[in-house]
């Protein structure tokens, strides 16, 4: 049996380097609750609501939510599972002293456009922005659920801003107002580029 090649798909030693995240399951108090946050919030897609076989029986209620790529939903990003008995919210974005297990949840906007037009909608929705940030590899928006979860809605950056130096973008950190007209701007021509010198 040959060796398999070491470029992230194993090798001497080594295993695959997964992908990414496939997706999240929240316990949450109430799912109705919580799904009309993911939803007419956040925006995801219901997809599927889950039907436990007999032997299973008495099972939480639970829920699956997807974004879309291409126009398509997947079969879920997010799960829902209701579980009245855990703890009342705390705000993961608003009291870091006290914080949940899960600090937050990043949902990716297709483009800027998208993600401009998400503001205003959270906004005219009366949603409260606990921050607004521009990150090195993203720009960003956090909100928290009503379990107190937190959760970031964000436009990644261009490739070639970031790619050369990960970790300074990810250390970038540029703190914007919260309410008003100033919440919903966005200065991406001014962003920083790292890990390229001056003349590149």
């Not at 379990?147 to 490739?159: C, D, T």
């Amino acid at each position: 049996m040959g060796k398999r090649d070491s470029g992230g798909r194993g090798g001497a030693g080594k295993a695959p380097t997964p992908r990414g995240v496939n997706h999240v399951v929240l316990n949450v108090r109430d799912i109705d609750e919580s799904h009309r946050f993911w939803t007419k919030v956040v925006g995801l897609k219901h997809v599927g609501t889950f039907s436990p076989p007999p032997e299973m029986e008495p099972f939480p209620k639970m829920r699956f939510y997807s974004g879309e790529r291409d126009g398509k939903v997947t079969h879920h990003d997010v799960a829902l599972m209701e579980l009245p008995d855990i703890p009342p919210p705390v705000g993961a974005n608003e009291a870091p002293e006290r914080p949940l297990a899960l600090n937050h949840i990043a949902i990716a906007m297709a483009d800027r456009e998208s993600w401009l037009e998400k503001l205003a909608d959270l906004q005219a929705q009366g949603v409260k922005f606990d921050m607004r940030v521009n990150h090195g590899v993203s720009h960003s928006v956090y909100i928290s659920d009503p379990n107190g979860y937190g959760v970031e809605i964000l436009y990644e950056l261009p490739r070639a801003l970031w790619e050369n130096d990960i970790e300074a973008g990810l250390n970038y950190l540029e703190i914007l107002p919260t309410e008003g007209e100033a919440a919903l701007q966005d200065d991406l021509e001014s962003a920083p580029r790292f890990g390229v010198t001056a003349a590149e």
